[in-house]
C-alpha cells in the first residue's frame, strides 16, 4: 500500500505545476494513528503531506460537491463509485476531474486494532505489507492485515476504481464472494419484533452528533431535515423515536446510492454499524432493479428513472 506514496505525490506535483489542476484531493496524516485525513493541496511544496496507507478511509468524494475549479483526486473502489454518483447526481462535472487511481487492497479497522490490544493507548501503525506493527507506551504488537480489515471492505467487490484518468499500480483481483449479505439476510428471517429490537438496540448508544451525515458523500443538502426547524421534521433530543427517525430517513436518502464505503460508520464515535440500514437497501437494489450504485456513468439510478410504461399501479 505504502508504495504508491510515492507515485501521488510525484502525480500530484506535475498535475499542480502544469497547470492542469488547481487542488488535488487525497489523504495526509491525521492527528491520531489510523485516522488518516484528507488534504486539500494547492501547492506544489506541499505534495510531501500526501501518502496512502492501510487508514485512508475516509470518503474524498465528500469534498468535491459543487467545486468550482479543476480538481485531482484519487480514487479507490468506493470512492470512484461516489464521484460516479456525484457526476450523476450534477454536484460536479467530469470534465473538471482529474481521476488518479488506485487498486485498493482494503483499509484497516481501527476499532478491531484498540480492541486487540486491549484498548490501551495506540502512539503508532507502521505498515509492513501484508502485516502492520502497533506501538504504545510500553508494548509492541503485530499484526496480519487480513483479519483486521473493516467489514465493507471484507465484502468489498470493487476494489479498483470505476472510472479514472490514470492508474497508479495493477489493478487487484476482484475475486468471487461467498455471500456478501449474509448478515442482512439473517435480520431479514427476524419476525417485526425481532427486527425492531435488532435495531432500537442498534441505535440505543446514538448521540445525534451527525458524524455519520458529515461523512457522507451522499449528505450534500445545504440544511439536512434534521437541522431544519420551519417545519421541524424530527425533535432535536436523543428520544428513541427522533433518533430512529433519523437513521431510518438517512438510510432510505442513500437508497439506490451508498456505495458502502464505509465512511459513516468509521467516524461514528461510539461504534454504531449503521451500515446495516444501507445495506438493506443495497440488497434489494440488486435483487429489484440489478442495480449497484456508481459503477457507470450511462445509466440512471433506479429511483431517478420514470417509465410511463412502468408495471406498478402507483406510477398512474
Ligand atoms: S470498500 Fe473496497 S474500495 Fe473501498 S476501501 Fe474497502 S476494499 Fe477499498
Ligand atoms: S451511507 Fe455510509 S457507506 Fe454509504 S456512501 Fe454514505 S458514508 Fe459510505
Ligand atoms: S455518528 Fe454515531 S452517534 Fe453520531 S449520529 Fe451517527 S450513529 Fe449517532
Known sequence: ??????????????????????????????????????????????VNKLLWDNHCALNLCNYLTKRTEKIGIIANGCNSRNIVTHILENQIKREQLYIVGIPCEGMVD???????????????????????????????????????????????????????????????????????????????????????????????????????????????????????????WVGKSSDPTDTMTFHLLRAYHCAGRCTDCGACERVCPVGISMRQF??????????????EAGLTLEKRPPLDTYRPDDYNDFIK
Open 1 to 46: 500500500m505504502e508504495r504508491y506514496t510515492e507515485k501521488i505525490r510525484e502525480r500530484a506535483r506535475d498535475l499542480l505545476e502544469s497547470g492542469k489542476v488547481d487542488v488535488f484531493i487525497g489523504y495526509s496524516k491525521g492527528s491520531v494513528p489510523m485516522m488518516n485525513r484528507p488534504a486539500l493541496i494547492r501547492e506544489p511544496r506541499e
Open 110 to 232: 481501527h476499532r478491531a486494532v484498540a480492541r486487540a490490544v486491549g484498548q490501551r493507548d495506540i502512539l503508532a501503525v507502521e505498515g509492513l505489507g501484508e502485516e502492520f506493527l502497533v506501538k504504545g507506551k510500553d508494548f509492541e504488537e503485530r499484526f496480519t492485515k487480513q483479519t483486521f480489515l473493516q467489514r465493507n471492505c471484507v465484502t468489498c467487490r470493487h476494489h479498483n476504481p470505476v472510472i479514472y484518468d490514470e492508474m497508479i499500480g495493477e489493478p487487484v483481483e476482484e475475486g468471487e464472494l461467498p455471500n456478501g449479505y449474509a448478515d442482512v439476510e439473517a435480520i431479514e428471517g427476524m419476525s417485526s419484533d425481532k427486527k425492531w429490537a435488532f435495531f432500537a438496540q442498534l441505535i440505543s448508544r446514538c448521540i445525534r452528533c451527525y458524524a455519520c451525515r458529515n461523512a457522507c458523500p451522499l449528505c450534500y443538502c445545504p440544511t439536512c431535515f434534521v437541522d431544519e426547524s420551519k417545519p421541524q
Open 278 to 291: 444501507t445495506r438493506k437497501l443495497n440488497k434489494d437494489g440488486e435483487t429489484f432493479f440489478s442495480w
